[in-house]
């Protein structure tokens, strides 16, 4: 007998159906697995005889068929060992069910128990897109996969007991989602407080604007001047991520493999900080099967990159695409995987190999050349993708010292989330999220400049020789600035803020 059961590759972050078709002939026993199966799916093999056995049902000693179909499709990993597994039980009539509006996705232990599943998420949201009603999903992936409305979700234990589900003897209930689960307003556990950090005020100004408009930010300064520091404390400062930007970066850890059982929707902004020895494939993405990079892994977050000119120049210089675009594609043989990356980089770097060049106290042993190749390392196109650029001085001892507290997080975040919701009614019905993703025809509308300051915007041109991305980037910085003084216009003191942002010539 010839049975059909539905499940779902993912495909980069996306689902695709498959149809498992499982055909039961005369002959010697045999299980054969086409439609382009890799070594996992292969060993599904050994994985569903033992568990079909262990559930308490038998295995057909006879010769079993399993295609994977569309056959061009590569298929991956174990999540086809649940829908193998009933394919088999329904083409040997030990259970009579009409499978067509059933989703099975899951890998299963020898004993038949069902374990976690990557990219659940993604394969839910495909069931829905299908119209397909019911999905069967392991116990321990119950609560990520009800993030998905519209779908009946049945959380499975065991092979055994869904063999007992199908054949109506005891039914598992679906599973009902707590509200809790979607509420993103958990406010941020173990950050950074720029309470904590003592002097640097011109700096936290700088984050501050950073977090309101989403820009890009390199901090340059000797070693110990709280660099590191101050970008670590910039998650405490960011806007909190609605349903929807929660729903876009849980999909991309459930897909790598990185969400955490407890943990089904992802509530605060992700934070990366990748070594500067990270591999080209780790920081982009990559490998034989298309995974995220760190760049896609700090989507509606921050990447930040400590020691920035440590990174290979090649490195650097990939970031220059999706820093425009906002997604990163990986090209292989068989095709191309898009992934998401609108990320805030974060930069800290020394101005010199010995970390102290133009340093007042202490004396830099570096040469000339040294500095000036040492600081070449990031190329003049990726160094104009970035929107603010600041130093970071020697902290003095009355400073430190000083028993006084800074301004608190809660109270800078309060402004930044004020700007953002100016630029969320800004840019409704857009795809826009803020200020840093304008294009030139936003820019165009929204970035008016009074009649005062644009004599200002004329000499920066002219003086420090910017580029016409850079002219977008600093009325792009500029609205920011008038938006968390709450001001219509560009006026020339706002102007003159994000000017002296830029970096001076090459660095």
Request: charged share 20%.
């Amino acid at each position: 007998m010839l049975a059909k059961v539905k499940t779902a590759a993912v495909v980069g972050l996306d689902a695709q159906e498959v149809e498992v078709e499982v055909d039961i002939l005369s002959g010697l026993p045999a299980v054969n697995i086409v439609g382009l199966p890799d070594t996992a799916v292969q060993e599904a093999r050994e994985r569903v005889r033992s568990a079909v056995r262990n559930s308490g049902c038998f295995f057909p000693m006879r010769r079993i068929t399993v295609n994977l179909a569309p056959a061009d499709l590569k298929k991956a990993g174990p999540a086809y060992d649940l829908p193998i597994a009933v394919g088999i039980i329904l083409s040997s009539e030990q259970v009579s069910v009409d499978a067509s509006q059933m989703l099975f996705l899951g890998e299963l232990s020898l004993d038949g128990s069902l374990r976690h599943t990557h990219g659940i998420i993604s394969m839910v949201g495909l069931a829905k897109d299908k119209g397909i009603s019911t999905v069967f999903v392991p116990a321990a992936d119950a609560r990520e996969a009800s993030l998905i409305d519209g779908v009946t979700i049945i959380p499975v234990a065991s092979l055994s007991q869904l063999v007992g589900h199908l054949r109506g003897v005891e039914s598992i209930s679906s599973y009902v989602a707590d509200d809790v689960t979607f509420e993103v307003t958990e406010e941020p556990s173990s950050l950074t407080n720029l309470a904590l950090i003592k002097g640097q005020e011109h700096v936290k100004r700088a984050l501050e604007v950073a977090a309101a408009g989403g820009h890009n930010l390199v901090m340059s300064g000797p070693p110990g001047s709280g660099k590191t520091l101050l970008a670590r404390s910039l998650p405490s400062i960011l806007p909190r991520m609605d349903i929807q930007e929660a729903l876009e970066v849980t999909k991309i850890y459930s897909v790598s493999g990185l969400l955490p059982q407890d943990t089904p929707l992802i509530r605060q902004r992700p934070f990366r900080s990748p070594h500067y020895t990270i591999s080209h494939a780790g920081l982009v993405g990559g490998g034989r099967w298309p995974r995220p990079g760190e760049i896609s892994l700090s989507h509606r977050g921050v990447l930040f990159l400590d020691e920035l000119l440590e990174f290979g120049q090649t490195d650097l210089d990939v970031l220059r695409q999706p820093m425009e675009d906002k997604v990163v594609t990986i090209s292989r043989a068989q095709g191309s995987v898009t992934f998401p990356a609108n990320f805030m980089l974060v930069g800290a770097m020394n101005p010199c190999p010995c970390g102290y060049y133009g340093d007042p106290v202490k004396q830099c042993t570096c040469s000339p050349m040294v500095v000036s190749r040492y600081q070449k390392r990031i190329s003049g196109p990726l160094l104009d993708r970035i929107d603010i650029f600041v130093e970071v001085p020697r902290i003095d001892y009355e400073k430190l010292a000083d028993d006084r507290m800074g301004e608190s997080s809660e109270v800078v975040r309060q402004r930044v989330e004020q700007a953002r919701s100016v630029q969320r009614k800004r840019f409704n019905g857009t795809k826009l999220a803020s200020n840093a993703d304008m294009t030139p025809l936003e820019v165009r509308e929204f970035c008016q400049v009074e009649p005062s300051a644009q004599s200002l915007l004329q000499a920066a041109m002219r003086q420090l020789c910017l580029s016409a991305r850079a002219f977008h980037r600093i009325l792009k910085l500029a609205r920011t600035i008038a938006d968390l003084a709450d001001a219509e216009t560009i006026s020339a003191s706002y102007l003159a803020e994000a000017i002296q942002y830029r970096p001076r010539a090459q660095l």
